[in-house]
């Protein structure tokens, strides 16, 4: 059973900084990428930033500058460096992963449940 489990969310004043943290537990064979999305009331969710095994990643345009991604694939975990936020980053942060669980399965799409990050003063 693979599961995704976010924290670092939170409460935190325009300008400010958060940094939100992923981990990827259970049974996994390889990761292809892990990233975040974001999800604001009433609107869709949008990807953040996402990174591959070798590094490469890709981020929303909006947010090239102020958010930085990283991975440690030795400990299947994926940080979100965000700085100057803004009210507008308000949002449930999900972390995402596509993954290959056993030998037999697929490559699949996996969600945490998502943490909250509030901008706000």
């Known amino acids: 059973q693979v599961q995704l489990v976010e924290s670092g969310g939170g409460l935190v004043q325009p300008g400010g900084s958060l940094r939100l943290s992923c981990v990827a537990s259970g049974s996994i064979v390889s990761i292809v990428t892990m990233g975040w999305y974001r999800q604001a009331p009433g609107k869709e969710r949008e990807l953040v930033a996402r990174i591959t095994a070798d590094g490469s990643t890709n981020y929303a345009d909006s947010l090239k500058g102020r958010f930085t991604i990283s991975r440690d694939n030795a400990k299947n975990t994926v940080d979100l460096q965000m700085n100057s936020l803004k009210p507008e980053d308000t949002a449930v942060y999900y972390c995402?992963?596509?993954?290959?669980?056993?030998?037999?399965?697929?490559?699949?799409?996996?969600w945490g449940q998502g943490t909250q990050v509030t901008v706000s003063s």
């Open positions: 995402n992963s596509l993954l290959q669980a056993s030998w037999r399965s697929n490559i699949v799409n996996y």
